[in-house]
């Protein structure tokens, strides 16, 4: 297929209405196709097949990693480099560390959340081939846009189009990839 | 069967499926166990066995009214329509706080001098004792203990029989009074849970200084009372009573609470421990010390992992907290690892050595006794009402019809949905 192009939009006037023309996407064996919507859908990721994020993952790896690290930092600091008693305590104890390494667990699983959302959402980017169709910015007021791509491997610029057409989208509108 | 004459109102009764004899049966084998275990500590000389089986068996259903009576409230606090389905029987529980948790709350006064040390000291040699002074008298301890259960059920009856009231005339006002009393009523609550754990609880050992430890009681108490909802909830569900008000999205809700409070509660438990253990003075760490002493140790340690770890990390997963077949027996864990909790707390004043075993059917008896005798009374209560709440005016979006959406609905579909 053409390389210039991103996909086709359409938009449509409810919940309801797109939740009914995503199911018809998913049943004409589409693939790659998203929905943008002002506020969520009940339903719409059982829909589009969307499993639960990946995020979570990043967060426990950053967030265990920063809290084994202080605790290896606090026992390298006051067991082993040099050992100092303080209050008459152990030179490490669990109780010591838990309170400095489960804040860092906290800072670590915030950056994790972070760094993680946006790598899966490939962010940060300058531009947006969708954002260059002033009807797309309707999605975050009023309407309910569904776009199906064009590495999508059943793209078909008319029959793509005309299936848009049929399941009750209005203004389906070519967007072009501009990179 | 309800008399209600509106639409939906009648509650099917419960099919217990052979169930039902369960809690009477619980009530008398365990009124004849704990009538046994009261024969036999007394004849042994250690009746504050039997006294601390009923403060431990009691202090968990109290923990539990407490709890319920605390999701009531903030469910009509916070507005949330998603809670209106568990709503009606956390009412119910929570009213449990009226007569009947007073009447399991007498014997704990009555054995009071073999479960509180402080009792048994004269204030005037010493001066722990004098300092907490009028409360810390027998008097004190009977009027401050009446005026908790005042407040309590003053509190959970308002916000049952208004609940109750709307069933019938769909007042707005009854929602606008259960709102009312649920805010003055959560800052009563806190001050009343903190108060009442200490002087029932902590005070098993009066020398203790903790000040975490209403916010520790609190923790659990809204922990168990989550696991209770998640299953009665789900029981009720599959019955059909809740079908039409309860989704996936509200178990999800009630485990991600549960999951919460796991952490909540493991958070002031070891707040509670760190600040001791920081300050290293002898008279707060003697709390602990006695605790590691003999099986106390063990204890410690199942507690560490069965009331946090276990829980934790089973409940992590998004996906699993709609999983029954996962959550219920984490819910009976939760269950199982606060009475040991509660236990934690009431049992090592007494028994420093280590909890002696062979005593372990009477504490056991107590819980089936005063289990058994509270189900029955929830059931009683449950079975006279409907079992949500009718006309509530979040009811149309609990039952998954947003208002706002309604008109994107396809015309058959609301058709479908009238009676």
Redesign the interface.
Same mark, same amino acid.
């Given at each position: 297929m053409n390389d210039k192009l991103y996909g086709i939009m359409a938009e449509f006037d409810? &919940? @309801? @209405?797109v939740l009914r023309a995503a199911k018809a996407v998913r049943d004409a064996g589409y693939r790659r196709w998203d929905v943008f919507s002002p506020f969520p859908v009940h339903g719409m990721d059982k829909v589009m097949g969307l499993g639960?994020s990946l995020v =979570?993952w990043v967060s426990l790896l950053l967030g265990a990693g920063a809290f084994m690290s202080v605790v290896g930092l606090i026992w390298y600091a006051n067991a082993f480099d040099y050992p100092l008693i303080v =209050? =008459?305590?152990p030179m490490f104890s669990e &109780?010591m560390t838990?309170?400095p390494s489960y804040i860092m667990l906290i800072m670590g699983g915030a950056v994790g959340s972070l760094v993680g959302m946006l790598a899966f959402n490939q962010l940060p980017r300058l531009n947006h081939p969708l954002l260059s169709k002033p009807r797309f910015e309707l999605a975050s007021r009023d309407k309910f846009v569904l776009v199906i791509g064009v590495k999508d491997d059943k793209f078909c610029l008319t029959k793509t189009r005309q299936l848009l057409e049929k399941i009750g989208g209005n203004a389906v509108t070519v967007v072009e990839d501009e990179d | 069967m309800s008399h209600s004459h509106h639409h939906h109102s009648a509650t099917p009764r419960l099919d217990l499926s052979g169930w039902g004899f369960l809690p009477s049966f619980l009530m008398t084998a365990g009124g004849l166990l704990s009538v046994l275990g009261l024969l036999v500590s007394w004849k042994h000389g250690v009746l504050f066995e039997f006294g601390c089986s009923w403060l431990l068996a009691f202090m968990f259903f109290y923990s539990l009214a407490i709890g319920a009576l605390f999701l009531v409230m903030i469910h009509h606090l916070s507005g949330a329509a998603w809670s209106l389905g568990p709503r009606r029987f956390c009412e119910h529980i929570a009213s449990l706080l009226g007569w009947p948790l007073v009447l399991m709350f007498i014997p704990v006064g009555l054995f009071g001098h073999q479960i509180y040390q402080w009792m048994n000291l004269d204030p005037a040699t010493n001066n722990l004792v004098a300092a907490k002074a009028p409360v810390f008298t027998i008097p004190g301890f009977w009027i401050t203990s009446g005026i908790f259960f005042a407040l309590l059920w003053f509190l959970s009856s308002r916000l049952s029989s208004l609940s109750i009231e709307q069933d019938q005339t769909g007042a707005p006002s009854c929602t606008r009074k259960m709102n009312f009393h649920s805010g003055w009523g959560i800052v009563a609550l806190s001050l009343l849970l903190t108060f009442s754990s200490v002087l029932w609880m902590k005070a098993v050992q009066y020398q203790f200084f903790s000040c975490i430890y209403g916010v520790y009681f609190f923790s659990d108490c809204a922990w168990i009372a989550l696991a209770t909802v998640y299953v009665v909830s789900v029981i009720l569900y599959r019955q059909g009573a809740l079908s039409r008000v309860l989704h996936e999205h509200c178990f999800q809700n009630i485990a991600l609470l549960l999951f919460g409070f796991t952490l909540f509660s493991a958070y002031t438990e070891f707040a509670q421990y760190f600040v001791v253990w920081n300050a290293n003075m002898p008279e707060e760490t003697f709390w602990y010390l006695i605790r590691e002493h003999g099986n106390w140790w063990t204890l410690g340690l199942v507690l560490i992992f069965g009331h946090f770890f276990v829980p934790f990390f089973v409940l992590l997963p998004l996906k699993i907290k709609t999983n029954f077949k996962v959550i219920v027996p984490v819910c009976i864990l939760v269950a199982f690892m606060h009475a040991l909790d509660l236990a934690f707390n009431i049992f090592p004043a007494h028994r420093s050595e280590g909890y002696h075993l062979r005593w372990i059917w009477l504490p056991v008896g107590v819980f089936m006794f005063m289990g058994g005798f509270l189900a029955n009374v929830f059931l009683m209560r449950f079975h006279s009402h409907a079992a949500y709440p009718q006309r509530d005016p979040r009811l149309l979006e609990a039952m998954g019809m947003n208002p706002n959406s309604i008109n994107d609905l396809a015309p058959n579909t609301l058709a479908n949905s009238q009676p």
């Open positions: 409810s &919940p @309801a @209405a639960n =979570g =209050g =008459g305590k &109780p838990f309170v | -």
